[in-house]
């Protein structure tokens, strides 16, 4: 068993850029769900929109590839309006439902046949990243080289999207908490607490919740962007159900409501998962037999690993329901 | 009843200026704040509100009392917004009412409690507080990450909320969360923190219901309070006593209608709204026969 192999690539897990545009996302998403209530099952349509956004500007529209992250942000408040005009003025499950299907439509439209020309079909849009590649190559850091020593050791290529990555986690992470501790996110936290309460008292209550909608989701197109640019592919099945589940299972984790809970929850989420994998990879590397019943194959250990990581969870939301962050004095509250 | 009750000025005037208004329903006041026409709610077929005419006094305090299922709380969601009526017009301070949604009234100075106490739980009490400042400037969204814009009148609503925590003697739970307080501190919290909206008119939706005996006094002296300082007062209420005690008028509401008005003095006499809460002629329509 080589661990120091699987401490590299765990280490890796806790930092790398899946972690990242979890992050952003998980802050989006938390702006919605965390502080105001608004139940968006759709975030991975949001990041589609950034995601194609950046995909469509250079492949289709032919013009600046900088240009596509003001289009990616217009499709993405566009999107919030669709959702959100209808649906906020109602109870909180008819977001959850129009948010989930909306994200479906939008994966179904851009990976259909009749839009190939358009959107790229199931093979999505490849070969966009140039600009992006060059601008960290002026800025010195030589995409084939490798940087860093044991156990951080990053090509070029890595780096730069990392630390673009980050800087992002950190931008948004601070827009977040400043915003929530303004009484603008004041009267948010009161919505997530009572609508009637926060009418009564003279607040237009769909508009708060649109622009809460709208802000998360602008947060979740940056980190569809982030994640696009890394792969330099938009890939339509990346966008499905499990992407906004996972997400909000890594925000559940950090706990909801807290800024650090978005970040580190993601930052767990992958480094959890990146330890089993590579540990069950090991496991199964040397099999441990009886008579002829193999203990582990390796073509089990991606299923493995999702059993162990939901079981993590299931004891997570037993002996600590209000995440690794949450605040368990805010918890005691919930039945009012 | 009123042995130990001396009035203040203002309250001597509040009363006096009930002395030539009839005393049936739907009269006419001298100087309405509120009044309301041919308000009706149906849900299906039941009709919850049938409001010929109703006028609330400025500068007083009107009881709004019934028997269970009368449509007061109806009522009151439709004067505030809440619900929309199926007919009828409203004014407030002479502006026409129909039609404006449930957060322009607050900020028209028409401010409502909850039959249902509705503090926010995860904030504290000073947050719950300070979130009832209207036009703040940190709420519009583009400000929210620039302090300087609302650190100023931030701390103007902190210190005008500290000011009304201390007159509700709630001071000391200044950083608690709302969520640990008992019932009756949340219905004070719930009132202080509608006054922060600055209102002429205090709908207060059932003050009383849970709160204990030793509270419902200084709840009462409030309530008399918010009279003296200026504003009128319109409340839903079982607890006969209370009514009796702080209210100048009384409204009788029983199956969506108002059956009687007059002073408190009047309706303990008055045998429509005794056989409504009492049931004198049971099986029998409280609107037939009186």
């Known amino acids: 068993m080589d661990w120091n192999l699987i401490f590299e690539n765990t280490l890796k897990g806790f930092i790398g850029i899946n972690a990242v545009y979890f992050a952003i996302a998980a802050l989006g998403l938390n702006v919605q769900f965390g502080y105001t209530g608004l139940l968006n099952f759709g975030q991975a349509g949001f990041m589609a929109c950034g995601a194609y956004g950046l995909g469509m500007t250079a492949h289709y529209f032919d013009i600046s590839f900088w240009w596509g992250i003001p289009i990616g942000i217009v499709f993405s408040v566009l999107l919030g309006l669709l959702m959100g005009i209808p649906t906020l003025r109602l109870r909180a499950d008819y977001l959850a439902i129009v948010t989930i299907a909306s994200a479906e439509i939008i994966r179904l439209v851009v990976r259909s046949v009749k839009f190939k020309t358009y959107f790229g079909g199931s093979d999505g849009i490849n070969g966009f990243s140039d600009s992006f590649r060059s601008l960290g190559n002026d800025f010195g850091i030589e995409e084939a080289d490798e940087y860093g020593f044991w156990p951080f050791k990053f090509t070029g290529r890595e780096l730069w999207t990392l630390i673009i990555g980050w800087l992002l986690v950190a931008l948004f992470g601070f827009v977040v908490y400043k915003l929530m501790r303004s009484p603008w996110g004041r009267v948010l936290k009161a919505i997530r607490e009572d609508e009637d309460a926060v009418k009564s008292l003279g607040k237009n209550v769909y508009s708060y919740k649109m622009q809460s909608l709208i802000l998360g989701g602008v947060i979740g197109t940056v980190s569809g962007m982030i994640f696009a640019l890394d792969r330099g592919s938009v890939q339509p099945d990346n966008y499905s159900r499990d992407l906004t589940f996972y997400i909000l299972t890594a925000l559940v984790l950090g706990g909801v409501a807290k800024v650090s809970g978005s970040i580190v929850g993601s930052m767990m989420f992958w480094g959890l998962f990146t330890f089993m994998d590579n540990f069950l990879r090991q496991v199964a590397k040397d099999p441990v037999s009886i008579g002829n019943f193999t203990i582990m194959k390796s073509t089990q250990v991606g299923q493995l690993n999702f059993i162990l990581i939901g079981i993590t969870l299931i004891l997570l939301m037993v002996f600590r329901p209000q995440g690794v962050f949450g605040n368990r004095k805010e918890m005691a509250f919930d039945g009012h | ?290």
Do not use: C
């Open chain 2, 1 to 290: 009843m009123d042995t130990e009750r001396t009035y203040g000025e203002v309250a001597t005037r509040a009363r006096e200026s009930f002395k030539g208004v009839e005393r049936i329903p739907g009269a006419r006041k001298q100087d309405p704040i509120l009044t309301a026409d041919n308000v009706r709610r149906e849900f299906g077929g039941i009709i919850a509100v049938d409001v010929e005419h109703f006028e609330v006094q400025k500068g007083s305090i009107t009881a709004l009392i019934g028997p269970n299922g009368a449509g007061k709380t109806t009522f009151f969601n439709l004067l505030t917004g809440f619900d929309q009526p199926n007919s009828g017009q409203w004014n407030f301070n002479g502006k026409s009412m129909n039609g404006v949604a449930s957060h322009r009234t607050a900020a028209l100075g028409m401010v409502r409690t909850f039959q249902l106490t509705k503090s926010l739980t995860k904030l504290s009490v000073i947050e719950n507080m300070r979130l009832g400042a209207t036009d703040q400037k940190g709420e519009k969204w583009w400000n929210g990450l620039f302090a300087a814009v609302w650190k100023g009148q931030e701390a103007e609503i902190t210190e005008r909320a500290d000011e009304l925590l201390a007159r509700f003697k709630m001071d000391h739970m200044r950083d608690e969360y709302a969520g640990s307080l008992s019932g009756g501190q949340r219905k004070l919290l719930e009132m202080a923190r509608a006054l922060m909206t600055n209102p002429t008119l205090v709908m207060l939706d059932e003050p009383m219901a849970g709160v204990n005996p030793a509270l419902k006094q200084s709840l009462n002296q409030h309530i008399r309070g918010l009279r003296d300082d200026g504003m009128t007062v319109l409340f839903v209420e079982h607890d006969m006593d209370m009514v009796h005690d702080v209210s100048d008028w009384v409204i009788v509401m029983a199956e969506g209608r108002i059956i009687a008005e007059g002073t408190p003095d009047d309706i303990a006499k008055n045998s429509a709204v005794i056989d409504a809460y009492l049931g004198a002629r049971q099986g029998q329509s409280l609107l037939e026969g009186e």
